[in-house]
């Protein structure tokens, strides 16, 4: 193939698929994953329908009720639900896998990738919320704003309407404040407002306009990668198709998705100049989700890089004078026209989820760590040991920021990798850590290149991310016997990318038949596998 110095070709050139040579030096045209598509359908059409017992369900169900198939929600019928769900998810990662084999491979471009990712994805549309209710706190934070209560000073069980909205929002969110932006109120204001106390149009619907951030994402994601160096095959694989976007971000779904759409295309603007575009998007995010103002001080490190003269800090200057106003004033006008008035109670409503203390979060878990070999000598109360740790663990924070921050003063595509180092270390040490709280520096960091045994740990990480909550939203990190298995899958899974079938466990289980077939058949030629 010629080489070329033209950025979009060479880019081109990277996303087409290349033939394959096998051992035999035959050239074997690139196919089509049409099986590793239908493997990952199926898997996502078992999770929907087992969601229907196993996942988020409703506390009064209007499709199942009490009829004949509402055996699905309760006793016998909700293990076999969550066991179906749970092979599901399996066929969703195993063809995550095969499809991350492929792209590695050179053997697909990104098509397949858009085509698997849209199948995985489509049964999820109309699915029971998947490892999380907090759906349905959205929709209850809506509904007080639709009737005229403040979502940051009470929780939706001060409503007096709505009966089916209320009593579905998980009881830990039944009395805390919104700890959200508050455009995005104004977002489920808006889906509460047509769906009303239907929960089932009002997942959906949501859904349905969080997909505008995945949209976003998708659009932004080909020129991110032209600008970071990465792969686009890759980068879609990553960040799209992968089960923290299938299953957390779309299946939750989660807000997240939302915000992410605006982040992306806000640091592409950044990349190609349009600088105050760049400030004015990101500020949006941070209205839907507050941490996407992590990036905003890194995105004036690039504006100034972009300005003339000589010294570094003049330069800062002139670009945090414009970005401060542009903030300011996107910021008070979002604020005023979600809440009727410059309402800063989402800044206090941020500590709600802190409730939240599971050793996922770094600070939490050594806190327990201590308090464990504390508890061995003296009985003690934990609650001390992780107070403490989360302190130091915020101290520690704010030190990298600080210091990823300095590292970026030169801007360019350094400055997007440590912004996005950025976004990943906030819900690492800052409490609380919930999985799909890692995709906010993931989605960015897929655009650059990555080396084959780094997505291998992609691979473990995001496995273990959707695994340690049930399926119900409740968390799973207590669980130690289940907690092996998470870990033991995870491994496997991330193994697997290296080497197909890496235990040999599917070919001991093939090995018999095709042994019995042969010797039935003695003339027939044994099939190559892939």
Known sequence: ?????????????????????????????????????????????????????????????????HGPLSWIRYGHGQILATALLYVGFGLVVWAWVRLGRYVLARRIGSKPVLVAAACWMAPLLVS?????????????????????????????????????????????WQTTPAPYGPLFLLVAKSIVGVTGNNMIAGVI???????????????ALPRLVRHLGGRLPVALWLAVASPMMVIHLVGGPHNDLLMLGFLSVGV???????????????????????TAAVALPFLVWMWARHLPGPSLWRRFVKAVLPSLAIFGALFTAGTWLSMGSFNLGWIEGMQA?????????????????????????????????????????WLVLIVVLVRLWWLARHGGTKT?????????????????TLPWYFTWGFVILAAFAWQRRQLAA??????????????????????????AGVFAASLYAAASLLRPDPLGLVAAWRKPRETADRSGHPDLPQERGQ
């Open 1 to 65: 193939m010629a080489t070329t110095t033209d950025p979009a070709r060479r880019a081109e050139a990277l996303d087409a698929p290349t033939d394959r040579t096998d051992v035999s030096g035959v050239r074997e045209p690139s196919r089509f994953p049409y099986r590793t598509i239908a493997m990952g359908t199926v898997g996502s059409t078992l999770l929907m329908l087992a969601a229907l017992g196993a996942g988020g369900i409703l506390i009064r169900d209007p499709v199942l009720g």
């Open 128 to 172: 029971p919320p998947l490892f999380t209710r907090d759906v349905f706190s959205y929709l209850g934070q809506g509904a007080q704003l639709l009737h005229g209560l403040d979502p940051y000073a009470n929780g939706p069980a001060e409503l007096e309407v709505l009966p089916d909205v209320v009593q579905n929002v998980h009881e830990l």
């Open 205 to 219: 619907v949501t859904r349905l306009v969080l997909l505008i951030g995945l949209g976003m994402t998708l659009w």
């Open 268 to 290: 592409l603007a950044a990349l190609e100049r349009r600088h105050a575009l760049a400030i004015a998007l990101v500020t949006v995010g941070m209205l839907i989700k507050p």
């Open 353 to 393: 989820p802190s409730l939240i203390t599971n050793w996922l979060n770094f600070p939490t878990g050594i806190g327990e760590i201590f308090y464990t070999l504390t508890n061995l000598v003296i009985g003690v109360p934990s609650s001390p040991f992780v107070t403490v740790m989360r302190v130091v663990a």
């Open 416 to 432: 997007v990798y440590w912004m996005a180092l950025a976004l990943l270390a906030v819900p690492l040490l800052a409490p609380p």
């Open 458 to 483: 992609v691979v473990g990480i995001s496995v273990f991310l959707v695994l340690v909550y049930y399926p119900t939203g409740e968390q799973a990190l207590y669980d130690w016997w289940f907690m």
